[in-house]
């Protein structure tokens, strides 16, 4: 049993007490190491009927030549995901009926394609592939994700292998992209080139995917499994979210390492992380992340799929004996207790420009909430090249970074981009605002989001022009209770739901202020408070941004240089209306 989600996020001070573990129960939860692998719903049936990476030889052999009619339901609504495959929403269904229709009814007979993208790492040539995908089979659709992956749409079950010829063809996949597996491993977008890394995670990134992904031993896990490594030392992976995480640090006695992170998740019930107080030297994080991978396959909650992730166990176990269990059970050998990683000196998210460790340079830009599309992904291919780089990064804050750019093409190129609508400079709200799929593909949707946000950015620039912001604020946009666009961490997020204004039930969010993450703007990571009774109309989220930045501005603490998030939590309830 859980406390209440209101409660959760108004307790910046207590983010973990968001989650508990299920009570005691004569029931088993399904934690194949106590209760044996008996499935115990029919999802855990389905899973050890046929897994998942199976559904891949009968889309290629019968459903790619029978059409969508042919698919098998639970291949459909469930292996298919393993593939980085859901079916999207039917056009034309609002959000209020969300809740009351099958997903037979919600969906439509074309997919999302996830391509996974483990720590961001693209090549000019990756991105053509991807563009002409998005452009010949995905009606011009292609979106930026907060995990750093890219989804396009409109896919038909009958072009997918040739989707998948034409990724592999360029070293990219779209396995485990999505499902009860490991997911993306979320990687520093300035791996291998800043000159202020303390080390190149690429290597521990390479060795967990070459050995792990795809491996039948980890592909039946009770939900999915997030992962993050950074060697920046801005801690640019959001790993407090992430069931395990690996964020560098230098030990004053065995050099530099990483610090291990588990538990931390959103959704519905939010839970930052915890450090295990481990050290990591790079060569043992493979074998770590594996070990934490077995302990939430082997001991994770199965019964009950809300609460089958790594977040409960954690909260039953506490961190001395999941460390104690790691290290017993699955490495065979203690690790030495680590230091703590220092705070953030420097924004995450890489916008703008930045010396690389080489000389040249490295230029962060910010499409308007990941939204991009074929045309304009090719035409990036041909920017960069033109400017004598054929490589870039995607980052967990829906952003692009182009690397190795000699120093007399960046303005040059900074021009270029910005014809493109990817912005090296943009207003600190453009750079802070990120949103989800939202009702226009995603069937759990309630609200639109990438539109509303990118209507709320550009009149907000105009609105603000002349305002002097301190520092970045984070707006957050998502279209369902779920947290894709991780609401409870940002600065101001929105939470899409039905909302009651003057009398009358409309689309429109749920208000959450001053969370944060890692960064060098806080000190602690912390999740938002919600204010009884605040909540904004779809067509509003510029008004009340407005509204509030400005009452920020008059309010603040200016000689303690206060951030909105200390005031959001300071402020009366009256001032945050």
Known sequence: MTISETEALSSPERPRAAVRPPRPSSKPNGQWKIDGTAPLNGNEEWKQEGGGLDVRERIESTYAQGGFASIDPTDLHGRFRWWGLYTQRKPGIDGGRTATLSPEELEDEYFMLRVRIDGGQLTTEQLRVIAGISTEFGRDTADITDRQNIQLHWIRVEDVPEIWRRLEGVGLQTTEACGDVPRVILGSPVAGIAADELIDPTPQIDEITERFIGDESLANLPRKFKSAITGHPSQDVVHEINDVAFVAVEHPELGVGYDLWVGGALSTTPRLGERLGVFVRPDQVADAWHGVAQIFRDYGYRRLRNKARLKFLLAEWGVEKFRQVLQDEYLGAALPDGPAPAKPKTHGDHVGVHRQKDGRFYIGVTPIVGRVSGPILTKLADVIEAHGSTRLRTTPHQK????????????????????????????????????????????????????????????????????????????HVNGCPNSCARIQTADIGLKGQLVMIDGEQVPGYQVHLGGGLASQDRDEPGLGRTVRGLKVAADGIADYVDRVVRRFLDERDAAADETFAQWAHRADEEALQ
């Open 400 to 475: 692009l970074v182009i690397l190795d750019v000699p120093e007399e093409s960046v303005e040059p190129l900074i021009a270029d981009l910005d014809a493109l609508g990817l912005q090296a400079r943009p207003s600190l709200l453009r750079r802070g605002t990120i949103a989800c799929t939202g009702i226009e593909f995603c069937k759990l949707a309630i609200v639109e989001t990438k539109v509303n946000a990118t209507a709320a950015v550009l009149d907000l620039e105009e609105r603000l022009k002349g305002f002097d912001l301190p520092h970045p604020i984070s707006l």
